[in-house]
């Protein structure tokens, strides 16, 4: 089963309707309270801001990802050799899982609720300060809207790629001299390099990568508050893990 990524939910919602540098500041925030405080009260406060911040923002259950079975084999495996360690192994494994899958869920959010053309120019905006330190921040954002732009077109030519070895005969990839693997990675990488080249004659023949968004968007009262309410999320996750 394919799984999509970078798609938003097209549903009209306050929490889509913030501006995309708000969210990528929650997010900040919320993997900095879980690095600093990686405890189960902290892991279930951010679990608990994730999930109203999903109902608010009319998120349907079928658009979570649905990994195929054998990486859920692989976390069971882990756990497994994690056992003969005691049970406070297996906990901090299950507590590691569940800080990695928190994390995901976050950023996945902002996927689910925001435009990717948005995100380039927020973080133009946010990195604004640098520019008095001479960063390069709008070649940085061009970067990132560029990166963004390119994965989807390569997970499909993967997809094709995966799709195409799936037609050859059984005896051939069941064979000791199917080198079918190192041709599909030879391939990725002959794809990301001629869809680069290709990027890259077009930006040059467009005289270069130019204004990254038309009509730049700005906070508002509702993008404060929305960061009050993520920065006491984290302070109460931070405040009750010490004490």
Not at 145 to 172: D, G, H
Request: hydrophobic residues 55%; aromatic residues 4%; positive net charge.
């Amino acid at each position: 089963m394919t799984t999509v990524v970078l798609r938003q939910v097209p549903r009209p919602s306050p929490i889509h309707r913030l501006w995309a540098g708000t969210k990528l500041i929650a997010v900040l925030l919320i993997s900095v309270t879980i690095v600093v405080a990686p405890s189960w009260i902290s892991i279930g406060i951010i679990v608990g801001l994730l999930v109203v911040t999903a109902a608010i923002g009319h998120i349907p259950p079928t658009a979570l990802p649905r990994p195929p079975l054998w990486i859920w084999g692989l976390f069971l495996a882990g756990a497994l050799l994690n056992l003969p360690l005691g049970g406070d192994a297996v906990l901090l494994f299950l507590r590691t899982t569940v800080f990695a899958f928190v994390l995901l869920g976050a950023s996945l959010m902002i996927g689910w609720t925001t435009s990717m053309s948005d995100i380039a120019p927020a973080i133009t905006v946010l990195g604004k300060p640098l520019t008095k330190l001479r960063l390069p921040v709008d070649e940085w954002a061009a970067t990132v809207a560029l990166c963004l732009r390119s994965l989807p077109l390569l997970i499909e030519e993967m997809r094709t790629m995966i799709a195409a070895r799936r037609l050859r005969p059984k005896s051939v990839l069941n064979s000791a001299a199917d080198n079918s693997i190192v041709d599909l990675i030879t391939a990725t990488m002959s794809i990301a390099i001629r869809r680069a080249t290709e990027m890259g004659e077009a930006i040059t023949a467009r005289g270069g990568s130019g204004q990254i968004s038309a009509h730049p968007s700005r906070p508002h009262l509702s993008d404060a508050l929305a960061l009050v309410v993520v920065v006491l999320c984290c302070a109460a996750a931070i405040t009750l893990t010490f004490v």
